[in-house]
T-cell receptor
Framework: TQLLEQSPQFLSIQEGENLTVYCNSS?????LQWYRQEPGEGPVLLVT?????EVKKLKRLTFQFGDARKDSSLHITAAQPGDTGLYLC??????????FGKGTMLLVSP | ETGVTQTPRHLVMGMTNKKSLKCEQH?????MYWYKQSAKKPLELMFV???????ENNSVPSRFSPECPNSSHLFLHLHTLQPEDSALYLC????????????FGPGTRLTVL
């Protein structure tokens, strides 16, 4: 049973478009992280959200943690080809190790 | 550059070979991890070391043997692997085992023939 469901699995858009990807679970997490993984590289941490309802912004990326701390979303405004990559969410319960979703593969074409 | 390096970046081996993957972190972290990343699957945690002691082993076959000689270095020794073990093997580190912000290396792409 996968604890973290990410959707969509794959997204192909044109430069300049906006998009939202989702990370959902039936479990409560103490914190949730988003990573981006580019081809041939390891995942790179983008943000950690801790408080239910929390919103964090990183340039054109907006991350939100659900009120119940079971889900999260990532919104990208005016996507650019450099945003291409695999977006992974990972949840933590207390001090336990992370549980990862399968990821959303984003392709932004010029 | 995340401060975590892995070698080799690519490895092709036969099922009877013995090889080792190496990971080094330059961040002063106390915890290190091995993950397996296969297509269409979530990252699978294999081993966790905290202050050079193994704290977690997620039912990984004995053909994978980790070694952590100090807090900066982590090895994964491979022997008698199967084709289904082909995957991207990622090393990560964090400040402490209870700090969830992990820094990943670029991975070793392993192909078992």
């Amino acid at each position: 049973t996968q604890l973290l469901e990410q959707s969509p699995q794959f997204l192909s858009i044109q430069e300049g478009e906006n998009l939202t990807v989702y990370c959902n679970s039936s479990s409560v997490f103490s914190s949730l992280q988003w990573y981006r993984q580019e081809p041939g590289e390891g995942p790179v941490l983008l943000v950690t959200v801790v408080t239910g309802g929390e919103v964090k912004k990183l340039k054109r990326l907006t991350f939100q943690f659900g009120d119940a701390r079971k889900d999260s979303s990532l919104h990208i405004t005016a996507a650019q080809p450099g945003d291409t990559g695999l977006y992974l969410c990972a949840g933590a319960r207390g001090y336990s190790t992370l549980t990862f979703g399968k990821g959303t593969m984003l392709l932004v074409s010029p | 550059e995340t401060g975590v390096t892995q070698t080799p970046r690519h490895l092709v081996m036969g099922m009877t070979n013995k090889k080792s993957l190496k990971c080094e972190q330059h961040l002063g972290h106390n915890a290190m991890y091995w993950y397996k990343q296969s297509a269409k699957k979530p990252l699978e945690l294999m081993f966790v070391y905290s202050l050079e002691e193994r704290v977690e082993n997620n039912s990984v076959p004995s053909r994978f043997s980790p070694e952590c000689p100090n807090s900066s270095h982590l090895f994964l020794h491979l022997h008698t692997l199967q084709p289904e073990d082909s995957a991207l093997y990622l090393c990560a580190s964090s400040q402490d085992h209870d700090n969830n912000e992990q820094f990943f290396g670029p991975g070793t792409r392993l192909t078992v023939l």
